[in-house]
C-alpha cells in the first residue's frame, strides 16, 4: 500500500510534461506558424523553444530554493500570505481559462471531423467526464495513466513521418526570406503552443530525486516536445507548399487524410483518436493545477469538491461561448497574454523578489 503523500518518478514527471505540453493546438499549429511566417515558421518555433529552455532554467532555480512548497505555497511564501492567495487567485482563473479553451478547440474540431450533427454539450461534457475520471485518482496514479497513455505519441511520430516520404524539401527554401521581424513574429505562435511548461514549476515539488536530475527531466521533456512539434511542422510544411498550406487550417489532418493502410483505411480519423487523449490529459492537468490552487487558497482539504465545481464551472463557460468566433478570438487572445504573464514573466518576478529576500536574510544573519 502507498503512501498518500507518496512522490512520483522522473520518469511520470517527464511523461506528466510531455501530456500537457502536447494537446489541442497541435493540429493547428503549423498553420499559425505559416500565417506568421512563412516557410521560416520552424526557425520561429526553433526560437522559442531555445526561449523557453532558459526559463526553465530560471523557474528550477527558484523551485529548488523551496522544494518542498508546491507553486502556489511558494507564492504564499515569498509574497506573503494574502499577497499570495491574491495571486494564487487569478492563476486558478487562469488555468480555468485555459481549460476552457481546450474544451472548445477540441468540440469545433471533432464537429468539423468526425461528429457535424452531435451538440457541443456531448462533446464538451464527453472530455469532462473522462478527465474527472483520472482527475479524482491520487497524484501518483494519474502520473501512472499519463505514462501509460504516452505510448500513442510512437504512432502519432511514425504517422507523420510516414507522410514525409512525399515532402519537396523546396518548400523550406528560400530559408530566412522572411525576414528577421517576420520571423520574431513567429515565435508568439510557437510560444503559446508551448505554455504548458508551467506544470513543471506547479507540480516539482511532488517529484522525487536531487534538484539536479529533475532538471534534466525538465529538459528532456521541454526537447521531446519541442522536437515533435518540429517534426510536425517540417512534415507539413513540406508536403504543402507555401502557397497551399494558407488554405488549410488543419494541415496535419489533410497531409494524413491522403494515406490508407491494409486495415486502416482513415488516417486522419485514427490521428484524431490518438489526439484525443492527449487533449484529455492536457484538459486534466489544467484542472489538476486549478484544484491544487482552490485548496491553497480556501485551506480546505476537499480536493474532489473543488474539482467536480471546476469542471462544471468550465462546461458553463464553454457553452456560453460555443462556437462564437468572436468570443472564441477574445478568449484565445486573453489565454495568449495571460500565458505570458503566468507562466513566463510572473514567475520570473517571483524568482527575483525569492533571491533578494534569500540575500537579505544572510545579511540579516551576518
Known amino acids: 500500500m502507498e503512501n498518500q503523500n507518496s512522490k512520483v518518478s522522473r520518469r511520470q514527471f517527464f511523461f506528466i510534461i510531455i501530456q500537457t505540453q502536447i494537446g489541442v493546438g497541435v493540429m493547428t499549429m503549423p498553420y499559425e506558424l505559416h500565417s506568421a511566417a512563412k516557410q521560416d515558421g520552424w526557425m520561429s518555433l526553433l526560437a522559442a523553444g531555445i526561449i523557453i529552455q532558459i526559463l526553465l532554467i530560471f523557474f528550477w532555480v527558484l523551485a529548488k530554493q523551496h522544494a518542498e512548497l508546491d ?52 462533446l464538451s461534457a464527453m472530455m469532462i467526464l473522462v478527465s474527472l475520471y ?11 495513466i499519463y505514462t ?31 525576414g528577421f521581424k517576420t520571423i520574431l513574429a513567429g515565435v508568439d505562435k510557437g510560444m503559446i503552443a508551448l505554455l504548458g511548461f508551467i506544470v513543471s514549476l506547479v507540480v516539482y515539488s511532488k517529484v522525487e530525486g536531487n534538484a539536479k536530475d529533475k532538471l534534466k527531466t ?12 518540429l517534426a510536425v511542422v517540417f512534415a507539413t510544411f513540406t508536403v504543402f507548399g507555401t502557397q497551399e498550406i494558407a488554405l488549410v487550417p488543419e494541415p496535419v ?23 484525443m487523449v492527449f487533449v484529455a490529459t492536457s484538459y486534466t492537468t489544467y484542472l489538476y493545477m486549478a484544484t491544487l490552487g ?37 478568449l484565445s ?12 514573466l ?21
Open 253 to 275: 489532418l489533410y497531409m494524413l487524410k491522403a494515406y490508407q493502410f491494409p486495415i486502416i483505411a482513415r488516417v486522419d480519423l485514427f490521428f484524431i483518436a490518438m489526439w
Open 333 to 344: 487572445t486573453y489565454v495568449g497574454k495571460g500565458g505570458y504573464f503566468f507562466s513566463v
Open 71 to 122: 507553486y502556489f505555497q511558494i507564492l504564499e511564501n515569498v509574497l506573503s500570505k494574502w499577497i499570495g492567495k491574491f495571486f494564487s487567485f487569478f492563476y486558478i482563473l487562469y488555468f480555468i481559462s485555459v481549460s476552457v479553451l481546450v474544451l472548445i478547440l477540441f468540440g469545433r474540431m471533432i464537429s468539423l471531423w468526425v461528429l457535424p450533427n452531435t451538440p457541443f454539450w456531448v
Open 346 to 366: 510572473f514567475p520570473f518576478l517571483i524568482l527575483i523578489v525569492s533571491l533578494l529576500r534569500k540575500k537579505n536574510r544572510k545579511e540579516g544573519a551576518v
Open 134 to 144: 483520472i482527475a479524482c485518482c491520487r497524484f501518483i496514479v494519474l502520473a501512472r
Open 218 to 229: 525538465i529538459i528532456y521533456a521541454h526537447w521531446t516536445v519541442t522536437i515533435f512539434y
Open 294 to 330: 482552490s485548496t491553497r487558497l480556501i485551506g480546505k482539504n476537499k480536493p474532489k469538491l473543488f474539482m467536480f465545481s471546476i469542471a462544471i464551472l468550465s462546461f458553463i463557460m464553454s457553452l456560453l461561448i460555443g462556437y462564437d468566433f468572436t468570443k472564441l478570438d477574445k
Open 148 to 178: 501509460m497513455f504516452s505510448i500513442l505519441l510512437v504512432f502519432m511520430i511514425v504517422f507523420i513521418f510516414y507522410a514525409v516520404k512525399e515532402a519537396q524539401l523546396i518548400y523550406l527554401f528560400p530559408m530566412g526570406h522572411a
